[in-house]
């Protein structure tokens, strides 16, 4: 049983280009959580979907950054025109159930933006 | 609003004595589940303890322990007999057990090992 996949590992992005980062769950989980690490620090709370919806989008930035978990295939984190303060590990998490059940880490996105 | 605390931006070590690495929280949920992570310098999340707000007794995994103080909001991880490959961030979350499985985390201690 495969972890928590994000592809790519390592994304470098021109000013101005957009990201895509993406995520496949854990086989059977239905809820996925993104999280944001800057540069020494904890991560930080970004959005929680589960199948086609957004439950939970209290952590993601106003504008250029969006997220979805289609019916079929990965869950996107996409950010459009970055600027360099999006240069960030980016984290995604999954989980069987919505509450009280454990959340498996993938090995994260390191954005780069020049 | 849950906030986690961790005071020692860094730490020394030496090999094969035991370490602990302090965390507080706050929080107004009764029922709430804490964490410990290990960041290696690769960059993976990997967990190490969990400790539920109810449990009586405090958690073990192997040389990792959880000094849960629930009166004092605190809960420290115990590592005994320190090895080089524990050299890594390791952070300290907290989840309201009933409002999703979203984590709040602490800014993290760096653990240096000492051989």
């Known amino acids: 049983n495969a972890g928590v996949m994000q592809n790519p590992r390592h994304l470098v992005r021109r000013r101005g280009q957009e990201a895509r980062l993406r995520c496949s769950p854990m086989k059977g989980h239905s809820h996925v959580y993104w999280y944001r690490q800057l540069p020494e620090e904890g991560l930080k709370f970004m959005v929680y979907l589960q199948k086609e919806n957004i439950i939970d989008e209290s952590g993601m930035p106003k504008e250029r950054f969006s997220a979805e978990f289609p019916k079929e295939g990965p869950s996107i984190l996409r950010i459009q025109q970055v600027v360099r303060g999006d240069s960030a590990a980016y984290f995604c998490a999954s989980s069987y159930q919505g509450s009280n059940t454990e959340a498996f880490f993938g090995q994260g996105t390191r954005l780069t933006v020049v | 609003a849950q906030k986690i605390t961790q005071t020692q931006p860094g730490m020394f070590v030496q090999e094969k004595e035991a370490v602990t690495l302090d965390c507080t929280y706050d929080?107004?949920?009764?029922?709430?589940?804490l964490f410990w992570y290990k960041q290696p310098s690769s960059g993976e999340m990997i967990f190490l303890i969990y400790?539920?707000?109810?449990?009586?007794q405090n958690a073990t995994e192997g040389r990792y322990s959880l000094n849960f103080q629930k009166a004092r909001k605190s809960a420290n991880l115990v590592i005994s007999a320190s090895q080089l490959g524990d050299s890594a961030m390791y952070f300290c979350a907290m989840r309201d057990n009933n409002a999703g499985n979203m984590l709040t985390f602490g800014g993290g201690t760096r653990l240096m090992v000492k051989p």
């Open positions: 929080t107004s949920d009764q029922s709430y589940g």
């Open positions: 400790q539920g707000s109810y449990d009586e």
